[in-house]
């Protein structure tokens, strides 16, 4: 460890996260939140509803990290016990804090609902705490200090903890350390494997000096590589990440889709407003997850105009206008059927770029010509239309994910060509 | 820790996880199957790609639990050290494995790419380790036994892991242990709170006995129960818990969405192909999300012909058939327009039942009379639609599957009101 950092353990308390009934997405975000503040991770464990359980991971972390922040376990119900074990751990007596309690019944208030006993129980807190009042929920948030190390416990809710953590947790903890200045600068490639990546710029990898790495992050046949710096000297290390991702950018400019740190379908969206053109979007296998990859962002109505998501051939027929004698000769999974799509959708939801999807997700309605994972994508306007087929090689969901990232790729390198 | 019992803690590598890059959703899913083979979860823990940090968790987790399976840090990149970590934990050399080697090179062969140094690399493993065969990449898993405990080591690719899990290390630690037997029920609830569920279900959950745990697992409006058993006497387990289930059943059944463990929009699909009939969407603010989640399940073209996502305004007009006087008095967030949406939907593409959502997501776009989570959905077929409005007070990611689930649930209240 170095002992220059300041450095956090995440700890995430409850049954459900650790059997896997609900995937943890608290740590990740805040995780990131820290890291942007200037503080180092060092480990994440989530454990199960346990005291001794609870008691062990709070000393361990807490002797490696100088921050430990606590999600889970805050609930109403008797399964949730962080609590009483905090009151514990730290000493002192539970006690109503006002506050919490006021907050408390002006949610029930609100909602127009009887209060329970175990509600009002919420509003208790171990009288050595600092309470952090949940602008969003019921369950108050606990910061304490012992033996130097900060604890912070917050409820699992994602909203509730996040509302915590950016209102007073990440503040608050710039005020207690002197934190260190964490710059990353992360892009985006496209068209080439993590290996080839990998050797085109090992001697850029080799040069980094020591408070600045290089990470991959491949994802969906995409490659991001991050670089993140760290040090006290915030103007220095601003300069050195700069200068260095220059060079990174340079040197893998032939399959740089971006460089931001964004997903592809904000770089789509950044194309089309500064062109001040609208996209539609057919799509049969896919089944909307296009459109939701493109809403997903607050003001996609100034560029999206809608989806068909044509599931049935009757609704590519009738409503996409794709010709019968297409869909019975070359059938639904084929260029034909993709570049139809494309002029109905251009057509029928009046947008300047149209994209457009078939194929088969799996894992039932392979054939022996058209296995499981052919797909075929269009992405045109009114003077060209381009294609590509496809052929994923993995379960439903990830081949779904493959499809909507290469079609929202197809579509990106359409625009890029008719811009130069 | 019961003695008799056999734990698993999962030691997840790597900085893009620890930072929070990327969500780890492998290691829930490593939890689930455990669980399912009677394999207890101790702890999940993440660290980065640091040596020192690795061993100490090898040290930690096998010191609490009889199984560590160990994900990430296999790829070809500088940056990936698990590999060279564990041959010296567990002694002994890496050698070529004449295995892992040719799959390698046939995968190379099969995409036609030259392969290069470092993917040879990836044929290495410690020769004090049983070789698992990845038959979905490049990088091999590897088993190994130290002081009577196990350590298994998998990519930390999904597929690849899931791959391997379920082909070799869930049957191979099932020969190696003797399992005690884990039964699970879950059901979810609609239409009631997290802590009127637990005073309502008081007495009963007091009344389990201790080889019978409950859990709450409160989700987008809706709370998931689920009575978790443990034992070696699988047939006085199954009895018990079956019976326990029934009771739960019975004490919740105002509030019974489906008393499997399966998402709502499963629910809405069996009941679609049980009455022989078919659904279609209109979507506005989930923007094609709800089809997505129709979509997700394999088989889905038996009872969902599409949907049409009318993000801007023009589409509801020429393509769903609202009236211009409808969005031009009352406004595209409305009862009237929900209502028409769904005869639109059911006029154009053809379907039994529609379902219609038309509302505000934010952070943008809110009115004083409309604020933010203002939302309207209508489920209807050719003789009646029913509506419901919603008033959501979070983020926009949030609000986009809180009303989707909410109309999926309209949805289901029709098609059962209609059944009845």
Same mark, same amino acid.
């Given at each position: 460890?170095?002992?220059?950092? #300041?450095?956090?353990?995440? #700890?995430?308390?409850?049954?459900?996260?650790?059997?896997?009934?609900?995937?943890?997405?608290?740590?990740?975000?805040?995780?990131?939140?820290?890291?942007?503040?200037?503080?180092?991770?060092?480990?994440?464990?989530?454990?199960?509803?346990?005291?001794?359980?609870?008691?062990?991971?709070?000393?361990?972390?807490?002797?490696? !990290?100088?921050?430990?922040?606590?999600?889970?376990?805050?609930?109403?119900?008797?399964?949730?016990?962080?609590?009483?074990?905090? /009151?514990?751990?730290?000493?002192?007596?539970? %006690?109503?804090?006002?506050? !919490?309690?006021?907050? %408390?019944?002006?949610?029930?208030?609100?909602?127009?609902?009887?209060?329970?006993?175990?509600? &009002? $129980?919420?509003?208790?807190?171990?009288?050595? /705490?600092?309470?952090?009042?949940?602008?969003?929920?019921?369950?108050?948030?606990?910061?304490?200090?012992?033996?130097?190390?900060?604890?912070?416990?917050?409820?699992?809710?994602?909203?509730?903890?996040?509302?915590?953590?950016?209102?007073?947790? #990440?503040?608050?903890?710039?005020?207690?350390?002197?934190?260190? !200045?964490?710059?990353?600068?992360?892009?985006?490639? +496209?068209?080439?494997?993590?290996?080839?990546?990998?050797?085109?710029?090992?001697?850029?990898?080799?040069?980094?000096?020591?408070? %600045?790495?290089?990470?991959?992050?491949?994802?969906?046949?995409?490659?991001?590589?991050?670089?993140?710096?760290?040090?006290?000297?915030?103007?220095?290390?601003?300069?050195?990440?700069? +200068?260095?991702?220059?060079?990174?950018?340079?040197?893998?400019?032939?399959?740089?889709?971006?460089?931001?740190?964004?997903?592809?379908?904000?770089?789509?969206?950044?194309?089309?407003?500064?062109?001040? $053109?609208? &996209?539609?979007?057919?799509?049969? /296998?896919?089944?909307?997850?296009?459109?939701?990859?493109?809403?997903?962002?607050?003001?996609?109505?100034?560029?999206?105009?809608?989806?068909?998501?044509?599931?049935?051939?009757?609704? $590519?027929?009738? %409503? &996409?206008?794709?010709?019968?004698?297409? &869909?019975?000769?070359?059938?639904?999974?084929?260029?034909?059927?993709?570049?139809?799509?494309?002029?109905?959708?251009?057509?029928?939801?009046?947008?300047?770029? +149209?994209?457009?999807?078939?194929?088969?997700?799996?894992?039932?309605?392979?054939?022996?010509?058209?296995?499981?994972?052919?797909?075929?994508?269009?992405?045109?306007?009114?003077?060209?239309?381009?294609?590509? $087929?496809?052929?994923?090689?993995?379960?439903?969901?990830?081949?779904?994910?493959?499809? +909507?990232?290469?079609?929202?790729?197809?579509?990106?390198?359409? #625009?890029?060509?008719?811009? !130069?």
């Amino acid at each position: 460890m170095d002992s220059s950092l #300041i450095y956090a353990s995440i #700890i995430t308390i409850g049954d459900e996260l650790l059997i896997g009934q609900v995937v943890d997405t608290n740590s990740s975000w805040m995780a990131t939140e820290l890291n942007k503040a200037g503080v180092w991770m060092k480990r994440r464990v989530a454990v199960g509803d346990n005291k001794s359980d609870i008691v062990e991971a709070l000393n361990q972390e807490s002797s490696k !990290a100088q921050i430990v922040l606590i999600t889970g376990g805050l609930g109403p119900t008797a399964d949730d016990i962080t609590k009483p074990v905090l /009151c514990e751990y730290f000493g002192g007596k539970l %006690v109503t804090d006002p506050g !919490a309690l006021q907050n %408390v019944q002006d949610i029930f208030a609100r909602l127009q609902r009887p209060m329970l006993a175990v509600n &009002l $129980k919420q509003a208790e807190v171990p009288d050595t /705490c600092t309470v952090i009042q949940n602008k969003r929920g019921t369950a108050p948030g606990m910061w304490f200090e012992k033996e130097g190390k900060i604890f912070v416990s917050m409820p699992g809710v994602p909203h509730e903890m996040k509302g915590m953590m950016t209102d007073y947790v #990440i503040p608050a903890l710039q005020q207690h350390f002197r934190m260190p !200045a964490i710059v990353s600068h992360t892009l985006l490639t +496209a068209g080439i494997g993590e290996s080839f990546l990998s050797e085109l710029i090992k001697d850029f990898e080799q040069s980094l000096p020591p408070e %600045v790495k290089l990470a991959y992050l491949p994802n969906y046949g995409m490659v991001r590589l991050r670089l993140t710096g760290i040090s006290y000297d915030v103007q220095a290390l601003q300069a050195t990440a700069q +200068a260095r991702f220059e060079e990174l950018k340079e040197q893998v400019k032939e399959y740089l889709v971006t460089d931001r740190d964004e997903p592809l379908s904000h770089v789509v969206a950044r194309l089309l407003q500064d062109a001040g $053109k609208t &996209l539609s979007t057919a799509e049969s /296998c896919t089944g909307g997850y296009i459109a939701h990859l493109i809403t997903q962002q607050s003001g996609a109505s100034r560029h999206f105009k809608g989806s068909v998501v044509s599931y049935d051939n009757q609704v $590519k027929g009738e %409503v &996409l206008h794709v010709q019968q004698t297409t &869909l019975q000769t070359v059938g639904a999974v084929s260029e034909e059927t993709v570049r139809e799509m494309v002029q109905g959708a251009l057509a029928v939801l009046k947008s300047d770029y +149209a994209l457009a999807v078939s194929g088969i997700m799996g894992p039932d309605g392979g054939t022996p010509e058209k296995p499981v994972g052919t797909v075929w994508v269009a992405a045109g306007n009114s003077q060209q239309t381009i294609t590509q $087929k496809f052929q994923f090689r993995f379960d439903r969901q990830r081949n779904i994910e493959l499809t +909507a990232n290469n079609a929202l790729n197809l579509l990106r390198k359409l #625009i890029v060509s008719e811009k !130069a």
